[in-house]
Nanobody, 128 residues
């Protein structure tokens, strides 16, 4: 199973970006796809999760109301739409697949331990 994240870039505060996580070698029906982010010197943090078992979409408290996770089964791709971006959203964003196809409730914290597969990161920089 391979995951490829893309869509990062430089955006001004208040702007938007859409990240993509293309999954190959497996269908989305068997894995919870998670987005994480990490800033150098800080711990990795879970941002969002899509559960195929019950359709749950979960978000970290810091991004609720601004980020939206979705999936396109035909393209085997999970997206993370980010709006109203803030400088504190600046980080390398990673997608990962968990073979336990469930997500924690929104507002939870999770750090990625136990993820089965990881993609390479994509840099998001929010700056004026």
């Amino acid at each position: 199973v391979q995951l490829q994240a893309s869509g990062g870039g430089l955006v001004q505060p208040g702007g938007s970006l859409r990240l993509s996580c293309k999954v190959s070698g497996a269908t989305l029906d068997y894995y919870a796809i998670n987005w994480f982010r990490q800033v150098p010197g800080k711990e990795r943090e879970g941002v969002s999760c899509y559960s195929p078992s019950d359709g749950r979409k979960s978000y970290a408290h810091s991004v609720q109301g601004r980020f939206t996770i979705s999936r396109d089964n035909a393209r085997n791709t999970v997206y993370l739409q980010m709006i109203s971006l803030k400088p504190e959203d600046t980080a390398v964003y990673y997608c990962a697949a968990d073979d336990v196809p469930t997500c924690l409730p929104s507002g939870s914290t999770w750090d990625g331990d136990g993820m089965e597969f990881w993609g390479k990161g994509t840099q998001v920089t929010v700056s004026s």
